[in-house]
């Protein structure tokens, strides 16, 4: 009798000490590397984002989202310090793990992984990266009503901000592929 496998792999498996665990880590990953950003006037290029897709994939939307909506809490009270748009920027990353473990789950549901076709994988990271910078465009935005800076600002920002993220995108997949492999292997799936 052949043993069905789980469509993600059990984070933290046997106890919640060890899910906390496991999570704590990956929010801690994150954060370490959101602050190894190239900044460049108003746009920064991170590699953040990999443990987001590595997380969404590996274990799904739920614990992706929750490790980006931790770190994302720290992230900005670190940068920016609590502001009435604190919440608002926190959504947007969100969005991203969100997103790509839904799409996973799909592929898991038809015997087949994400990972597994990379023009597939490029395209919902992609994707993915353009729901962001979408719901970023929507942060900046309500930043201009609430705190009044020009809405000109918010066209161009969006602009250069969803080229930036396909940029991105494209270099978190492929970090993330060989990433995602490396740890199933290890995890024993």
Same mark, same amino acid.
């Given at each position: 009798m052949e043993k069905k496998r789980s469509i993600f792999l059990p984070l933290g498996k046997g106890s919640a000490l060890k899910r906390m665990s496991a999570l704590a880590f990956?929010?801690?990953?994150? @954060? +370490? +590397?959101?602050? +190894? !950003? =190239?900044?460049?006037?108003?746009?920064s290029f991170s590699i953040a984002s990999v443990v987001l897709l590595v997380t969404a994939i590996l274990f799904g939307p739920i614990e992706g989202t929750i490790v980006c909506l931790l770190g994302e809490f720290v992230i900005q009270f670190v940068n920016y310090g609590p502001g009435p748009t604190t919440v608002i920027w926190m959504v947007g990353p969100a969005i991203r793990p969100l997103f790509l473990g839904f799409v996973a789950y799909g592929f898991a549901r038809k015997g087949k992984r994400l990972e597994d076709s990379l023009p597939l994988f490029f395209l919902f990271a992609i994707l993915s990266a353009w729901l962001v910078t979408l719901t970023n465009t929507l942060? @900046?935005? +309500?930043?201009?009503? @609430?705190?009044?800076?020009?809405? !000109? =600002?918010?066209?161009v920002e969006t602009i250069i901000r969803a080229l930036a993220s396909t940029l991105t995108a494209v270099v978190a997949v492929l970090i993330a592929k060989p990433s995602i492999k490396a740890l199933r292997g290890l995890l024993g799936d």
């Open positions: 990956l929010v801690a990953i994150y @954060i +370490l +590397l959101s602050f +190894l !950003t =190239f900044r460049t006037g108003n746009y942060a @900046i935005y +309500l930043d201009a009503l @609430i705190i009044g800076y020009p809405f !000109t =600002f918010v066209l």
